[in-house]
């Protein structure tokens, strides 16, 4: 059953996913149209700009699901290391909670404000803006499959516990050992048996010619 639910928010974070991407394509290109037809045109655009606006609001909405998933989100590291190893899934758990709380409340007032603004238009375009207050519980939904999942994935030991952030400054001492690699070339140079050896070969050769 856990199996079958992994599955499940594996697909529906890979659509939010490939949504926002889309999403933020879609408002690149109409920004940059914009600006085409503001300043090289001279003819301003009267849609592209709330167009581009509407859907960076989705893709930061339908993004927000991919973050959670992979445990990208800000977290205070300290705190990490603070609590003790056995003690990490309580605080997992209680991180997971507090994200519950707010995309619950999110997914509950955001339907209730798309409902609402359901009769106003977006501006230069005959569109209801019910449309862009949907990426509020939609994102929202999509966010608390991905903390469900992730949750259940650090408890039955699938996935590691903590940030995924917390993985990066252990690489770092191994950049620490490409230090005296460099400075070893430093050292043979300076102390090179060559340059020894060779010096003492023009004393040799004075030293026969004044004999």
Request: hydrophobic residues 55%.
């Given at each position: 059953?856990?199996?079958?639910?992994?599955?499940?928010?594996?697909?529906?974070?890979?659509?939010?996913l490939?949504?926002?991407?889309?999403?933020?394509?879609?408002?690149?290109?109409?920004?940059?149209?914009?600006?085409?037809?503001?300043?090289?045109?001279?003819?301003?655009?009267?849609?592209?700009?709330?167009?581009?606006r509407?859907?960076?609001?989705?893709?930061v909405?339908?993004?927000?699901?991919?973050?959670?998933r992979?445990?990208?989100?800000?977290?205070?590291?300290?705190?990490?290391?603070?609590v003790?190893?056995?003690?990490?899934?309580?605080?997992?758990?209680?991180?997971?909670?507090?994200?519950?709380?707010?995309?619950?409340?999110?997914?509950?007032?955001?339907?209730?404000?798309?409902?609402?603004?359901?009769?106003?238009?977006?501006s230069?375009?005959?569109?209801?803006?019910?449309?862009v207050?949907?990426?509020?519980?939609v994102?929202?939904?999509?966010?608390?499959?991905?903390?469900?999942?992730?949750?259940?994935?650090?408890?039955?030991?699938?996935?590691?516990?903590?940030?995924?952030?917390?993985?990066?400054?252990?690489?770092r001492?191994?950049?620490?050992?490409?230090?005296?690699?460099?400075?070893?070339?430093?050292?043979?140079?300076?102390?090179?048996?060559?340059?020894s050896?060779a010096?003492?070969?023009?004393?040799?050769?004075?030293?026969?010619?004044r004999s």
């Amino acid at each position: 059953m856990l199996e079958l639910f992994l599955r499940l928010e594996r697909f529906t974070s890979r659509i939010a996913l490939i949504a926002a991407v889309a999403m933020l394509v879609v408002s690149v290109s109409l920004g940059f149209y914009q600006v085409l037809t503001r300043f090289v045109f001279d003819a301003p655009s009267t849609w592209s700009e709330v167009m581009s606006r509407s859907s960076m609001i989705w893709c930061v909405f339908l993004g927000a699901a991919a973050c959670f998933r992979g445990g990208y989100m800000m977290a205070v590291e300290v705190i990490y290391k603070l609590v003790p190893a056995r003690a990490l899934v309580w605080l997992e758990l209680m991180v997971a909670l507090c994200c519950l709380i707010v995309l619950a409340i999110l997914v509950y007032f955001g339907t209730q404000m798309t409902m609402r603004v359901s009769a106003q238009m977006l501006s230069g375009v005959q569109i209801s803006i019910a449309w862009v207050y949907a990426a509020i519980p939609v994102g929202a939904a999509f966010s608390v499959l991905a903390v469900l999942a992730r949750i259940a994935a650090q408890v039955t030991r699938r996935e590691p516990i903590g940030p995924a952030e917390a993985e990066a400054p252990a690489e770092r001492p191994q950049d620490s050992s490409a230090v005296p690699l460099r400075q070893a070339p430093r050292h043979d140079v300076s102390s090179s048996p060559t340059k020894s050896s060779a010096a003492p070969t023009p004393t040799g050769l004075t030293g026969r010619t004044r004999s």
